[in-house]
């Protein structure tokens, strides 16, 4: 399981005493008012970044990060993604994982046969979609609904999943 999960990527700063906009990838943007860090992905590190303070202005999050108080100093952050530490995650309702924790599984129908292996999920509204790819079928999208999704093991990787009939069909 991963131990940071994104919630946002800088497009650009704000003003010009150091704050930045962030289009949140979270499913919950006010979260991040209750947040005192965020992570900043830098390479392979997740750099910690106190936070001074959040606003939120049309459909983008502005963070101003504690010590950085000139636009000088975060024009730099431009597309860096933020992170969270699991510590400090959204708590999941029952039947709910995080997206990072879905990437990888296996892919396993209710008859047995593996289907392949969860490559993406796709956020449309009414339901998310999961991306599937196999050898047999190629690219399958499989609706994140009670009904096709049967059971998530993260311990194991996988997931056992019910194919309603024309899911599969070219």
Do not use: W
């Amino acid at each position: 399981m991963e131990q940071y999960l994104k919630i946002g990527i800088i497009t650009s700063t704000h003003g010009i005493r150091g704050e930045v906009k962030v289009f949140p990838t979270t499913d919950d943007p006010a979260r991040f008012k209750k947040l005192k860090t965020v992570y900043m992905k830098q390479g392979a590190s997740y750099v910690p970044m106190d936070l001074a303070s959040v606003k939120f202005f049309k459909n983008m999050v502005i963070l101003k990060f504690k010590g950085l108080d000139d636009i000088n100093l975060v024009e730099k952050f431009r597309q860096m993604e933020l992170y969270v530490d699991r510590a400090h995650a959204v708590p999941l309702e029952e039947n709910e994982n995080f997206i990072a924790d879905l990437i990888d599984l296996k892919v396993v129908t209710d008859e047995g046969e593996e289907l392949g292996i969860l490559t993406d999920v796709l956020q449309t509204g009414a339901n998310d979609v999961y991306i599937v790819q196999t050898e047999k079928y190629g690219e399958v999208m499989i609706p994140a609904i009670r009904q096709c999704i049967l059971k998530v093991d993260l311990e194991e990787e996988t997931m056992l999943v019910h194919l309603l009939p024309g899911l599969l069909e070219l």
